[in-house]
């Protein structure tokens, strides 16, 4: 799977700063865990939707698994509480 470079800059930024929001406000977990990121797919993105990805608390390694979903602009994803399905809100035009 290749990933487009601003992709990578974003997901990169995105990995710097959130580790750092969080580190003091929830505990440590151990483990490994599947996260999942949306992106713009304009062409100036390049992204093709959602992007799954595995984390493993024990070790701080990030693997990409690659498209979960092809979708237009998913800047909103969320899980059901059953934790079975993941929800989208994309931005499109009319």
């Not at 151990?30 to 493993?56: L, R």
């Amino acid at each position: 799977m290749k990933i487009p470079w601003d992709l990578h800059r974003t997901l990169a930024l995105l990995f710097a700063i959130v580790p750092l929001a969080f580190t003091a406000a929830t505990p440590t977990h151990k483990g490994k865990y599947i996260f999942f990121v949306g992106t713009y797919t304009e062409e100036s993105f390049k992204g093709k939707g959602i992007y799954a990805y595995t984390y493993d608390a024990d070790t701080g390694h990030v693997a990409p698994l690659g498209v979960a979903a092809e979708t237009a602009n998913p800047s909103w994803i969320a899980f059901h509480p059953n934790r079975r399905f993941l929800y989208a809100t994309n931005e499109v035009g009319n």
